[in-house]
């Protein structure tokens, strides 16, 4: 059926899985694969919020219906995690990752993939094998993300020079951000909310990416931004 080109890779089923999170829950690493390679979509959630590397992190051992797969035993080098582990839910969850899920989506409950991994040497590696990234421009490594809500993680090109007074995504008042790179990254940069924002130069890519992310709600991000949109 994946060889027909009408397949439709993102249809969903009552929990609102697509077949590449139902590949990925039952443990079939050959059709994960496959739907992988025919494009589908790394990062759809299901009706709890749960991404694909939710569901690979609940998943005990994947089982292998193709040839092998060097990049899992790339995986298990890079985690040191020995070879017996190469199918386990953490390698495979990087071998998405590899391919662009992300492991700082959040949940319903506020849980990110990061979060359901117990050991703290296991889940420092993978901060460092896959930084966020930022969530307007998608180029860059995110370098700042703002509290309480951390939902936006911003590069240094796309972070404004002062705190934005609400999130855009939830509507929470933000009230301080946080480093996500260097040695003090675990120190927090408190500051007030005060005076207008000073309007950061965006290229044009940047804008249309953000554009065809928000759609007709394009313009809330030029007010978090403080850009001029008569422009």
Not at 36 to 57: F, K, Q, S, T
Not at 80 to 86: A, D, P, Q, V, W
Not at 126 to 150: G, H, I, M, N, R
Not at 210 to 222: F, I, S, T
């Amino acid at each position: 059926m994946l060889k027909q080109d009408s397949v439709n890779l993102e249809i969903v089923n009552k929990e609102y899985r697509t077949p590449l999170l139902e590949a990925v829950s039952d443990g079939h690493l050959g059709i994960m694969q496959r739907l992988i390679a025919r494009g589908a979509n790394v990062n759809v959630v299901e009706h709890g919020g749960n991404n694909c590397l939710h569901l690979a992190l609940a998943t005990n051992e994947f089982n292998s219906e193709v040839e092998h797969m060097t990049m899992l035993d790339q995986f298990c080098v890079e985690l040191k995690l020995g070879n017996e582990e190469r199918c386990s839910g953490v390698v495979v969850a990087s071998y998405l990752a590899h391919h662009g899920a992300n492991f700082y989506c959040k949940n319903k409950i506020g849980r990110t993939p990061l979060d359901l991994i117990e050991e703290e040497d296991l889940k420092k590696m993978l901060k460092t094998l896959f930084s966020p990234q930022c969530v307007f421009c998608e180029d860059e490594v995110a370098t700042e993300t703002f509290f309480p809500c951390k939902h936006l993680s911003l590069c240094k090109k796309c972070c404004p020079q002062k705190i934005p007074k609400q999130c855009l995504k939830c509507g929470q008042n933000i009230t301080s951000k946080n480093s996500l790179v260097g040695p003090n990254s675990s120190n927090m940069e408190v500051q007030m909310v005060a005076g207008p924002v000073e309007s950061p130069e965006l290229k044009e890519k940047d804008l249309l990416r953000v554009a065809k992310r928000l759609g007709r709600d394009w313009w809330q991000v030029a007010i978090f931004l403080g850009v001029d949109t008569t422009n």
